[in-house]
């Protein structure tokens, strides 16, 4: 059984950074995405960053380009995502995925067969 469990989030001033990390358990795909999604209240869930498991491959939505970093420990078994220059538009609370198809697009949410919990991520200005 595939268990996603995030941890990291916290609140920070603005220009403060966090790194968020996603236990996963029962996971060994390759040749998938896994990903960071994020969800502010009332807005829809978007695509952050994700990495192709298999070529170790990275993508990230423009928003957060050059401040977020998204790796992958395989030894830990184990998602990061360093973030940096934390804005309050950042504010939200941060999910991980895992099993997206790469028939759709990264961001694709609906692609994702797993999902954490979430961890909430408050940036204050």
């Known amino acids: 059984q595939v268990q996603l469990v995030e941890s990291g989030g916290a609140s920070v001033q603005a220009g403060g950074s966090l790194r968020l990390s996603c236990a996963a358990s029962?996971?060994?795909?390759?040749?998938?995405?896994m990903g960071w999604f994020r969800q502010a209240p009332g807005k829809e869930r978007e695509g952050v960053a994700a990495?192709?498991?298999?070529?170790?491959?990275?993508y990230y939505a423009d928003s957060v380009k050059g401040r977020f970093t998204i790796s992958q420990d395989n030894a830990k078994n184990t998602l990061l995502l360093q973030m940096n220059s934390l804005k309050p538009e950042d504010t939200a609370m941060y999910y991980c995925?895992?099993?997206?198809?790469?028939?759709?697009?990264?961001?694709?949410?609906?692609?994702?067969?797993?999902w954490g919990q979430g961890t909430q991520v408050t940036v204050s200005s």
């Open positions: 990495i192709y498991t298999g070529a170790r491959s990275t």
């Open positions: 995925a895992a099993g997206g198809s790469l028939r759709r697009s990264w961001s694709s949410h609906e692609s994702y067969n797993y």
């Open positions: 029962g996971y060994t795909y390759t040749h998938t995405f």
